[in-house]
């Protein structure tokens, strides 16, 4: 798959006018984001680049701040070398440690995963899924069955099983993810995720313990009647991929017609992520 890159030059008063715009963008197609000193690079799969939607999406901001872009097409063979250019090992506390197959090891952490840095989405470095992990160290996972939406690299499905779930479904809509959740499964010695190619109606007819969905926020509301029909009662699901504000109460509202009760969110840059109970 050939992706697009849109380079973007940002002059902002508020940081969280920068992040207003990468949210805009992560509703219509783009799902991989690189933060720079001057603004921010956004990727979108080819077949899903739109330039008459993205002026129109633009619009509302060019009032707010000023910026410029640019785009590049690369083609699916050049979108390694982009990764591994720009993809740096982190830590997730004390904790965790992620890095790619090509930096060193660091035995000192407690969990160590290894992604194989591709064009997935989810290497841990966009703030959704840095606290997407810090919610899962932060809870139970011992003897759960897991279900992974939107699961782009398969981190946190990986995650899952380190810390003890008995089974993970792992789903994303992406081919490319798909594989990817697979090749990062065996790099970790991880044998119990089960990956799947689709989206909602991917979902298998079973019953789980715990929901990852880390998305964005249309994508969250359009499959909540599933998510509660696929949740055991007292089951736990976290979200992830959206704001504070305005996003947290729509969330929070659309999840309570499915009985799913908020506890607690984190907060990032005005990113989210939340736990709720069913």
């Not at 799913?260 to 069913?278: G, L, N, P, R, S």
């Amino acid at each position: 798959m050939n992706y697009y890159e849109v380079l973007f030059t940002t002059i902002t008063t508020e940081d969280y006018q920068q992040d207003l715009l990468i949210n805009a963008l992560g509703q219509i197609g783009f799902d991989t984001f690189e933060e720079l000193d001057l603004g921010f690079k956004a990727y979108i799969p080819s077949t899903d680049f739109n330039e008459e939607l993205l002026e129109e999406t633009l619009l509302p901001y060019r009032e707010m701040f000023t910026f410029s872009y640019e785009v590049t097409l690369i083609p699916q063979k050049n979108w390694n070398e982009v990764w591994e250019s720009n993809f740096e090992p982190i830590a997730i506390g004390d904790e965790v440690f992620v890095r790619a197959t090509f930096h060193e090891p660091r035995p000192e952490f407690k969990y160590e995963i290894v992604i194989d840095p591709k064009m997935a989405f989810g290497t841990g470095h966009h703030q959704t899924t840095a606290m997407m992990l810090q919610l899962m160290l932060e809870n139970d996972f011992a003897g759960k069955t897991v279900l992974d939406m939107g699961c782009g690299t398969g981190i946190l499905a990986i995650m899952a099983a380190k810390l003890g779930a008995a089974a993970i479904v792992a789903i994303d809509y992406d081919p490319v993810c798909y594989e990817s959740t697979i090749e990062n499964a065996q790099l970790n010695h991880v044998s119990n995720i089960k990956a799947i190619c689709g989206s909602k109606e991917a979902i298998p007819d079973e019953q789980y313990d715990t929901i990852l969905a880390n998305i964005n926020r249309n994508i969250l509301i359009d499959q909540m009647q599933r998510y509660e029909e696929v949740l055991k009662p007292d089951g736990e699901i976290y979200f992830s991929g959206f704001y504070e504000t305005p996003d947290l109460d729509i969330i929070i509202d659309e999840a309570r017609k499915y009985g799913m009760k908020y506890i607690i969110h984190k907060k990032d840059k005005d990113w989210v992520a939340a736990k709720f109970i069913k």
